[in-house]
């Protein structure tokens, strides 16, 4: 296996709160890994740095070779790095297709509006997309009207319209059911066997963490404490008193 993404020494404070400290991180292609950490550690900020959303201060950023600390986020997802957001970008008031399409155009440069003349591979990649994440019978539903579940799908299928090699999702099963929760789950599961994408998520849920992810790396206040195996990190002190101790697993 060979390092998709590699971070060195990422450096991030706002105003006077020093929120990511000299954070160094590897994911091989593939992987399937987990950011856990209190509320304020620094998750959201730590994805936000590595796809545009805040600059970093200092470090560099290596994906796929090449150094993208800094660059957009419209760069950033041009190179194959994708998210799904804590709070959606979907559109409503289009239809689950409509909203797979527009991403897929978006990814290829064109707008809607010409796209929507007759793009074959526009149409194969959205069909395929929405198998994917099994919204096929959905495919015409206006997207407000979509259960959680399935609007966590069709932002799954949104971020995959972008056909990228990593994907980053913040809290995928935030506000949702249990059943819904692992649905989810399982999906992201496929994914990264299908399509051996790496996927990184963050998750309060630690039955959730210990079964899908293979690696975890534990953030407070900004720093990495430990990153490991779940096993690994499960027999760790400091995991225990900073974290674990107060989470049931
Ligand atoms: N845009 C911002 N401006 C100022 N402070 C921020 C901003 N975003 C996050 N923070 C602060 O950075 C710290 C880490 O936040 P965050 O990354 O959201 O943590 P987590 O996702 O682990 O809960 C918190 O102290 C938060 O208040
Ligand atoms: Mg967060």
Redesign the pocket.
């Known amino acids: 296996m060979s390092a998709i993404l590699e971070v060195i020494g990422l450096d991030k404070r706002?105003?006077g709160?020093h929120?990511t400290r000299n954070v160094n991180f590897v994911m091989e292609e593939g992987e399937q890994s987990a950011i856990i950490?209190p509320?304020?550690?620094?998750?959201?900020?730590?994805m936000n740095l590595l796809t545009g959303y805040h600059r970093p201060d200092a470090g560099r950023v290596v994906f796929a070779g090449k150094d993208i600390a800094g660059l957009a986020p419209h760069q950033i997802a041009r190179l194959g790095i994708s998210r799904a957001f804590q709070v959606s970008n979907i559109f409503s008031r289009m239809t689950v297709a409509e909203n797979v399409r527009s991403a897929v155009h978006a990814q290829m440069g064109m707008s809607y509006n010409l796209m929507r003349r007759a793009d074959r591979t526009g149409i194969a990649t959205t069909d395929e997309m929405l198998a994917r994440c099994g919204l096929d019978t959905r495919r015409d539903t206006t997207a407000g009207e979509l259960a959680q579940g399935d609007k966590k799908r069709l932002e799954l299928a949104i971020a995959l319209a972008g056909k990228p090699r990593l994907l980053f999702l913040d809290e995928p099963t935030a506000g949702m059911s249990i059943d819904e929760a692992r649905g989810t789950m399982e999906l992201v599961n496929r994914l990264n066997r299908e399509l051996n994408l790496t996927v990184l998520f963050?998750e309060h849920d630690m039955g959730i963490v210990f079964n899908h992810a293979r690696k975890l790396t534990l953030?407070h206040r900004?720093e990495i404490i430990v990153q490991g195996t779940p096993a690994e990190v499960r027999a760790n002190d400091m995991a225990q008193k900073v974290y674990l101790g107060e989470h049931q697993l």
């Not at 509320?39 to 730590?46: D, I, L, P, Y």
């Open positions: 706002f105003g709160v929120v950490g509320n304020g550690a620094g998750k959201s900020t730590f963050t953030l900004g």
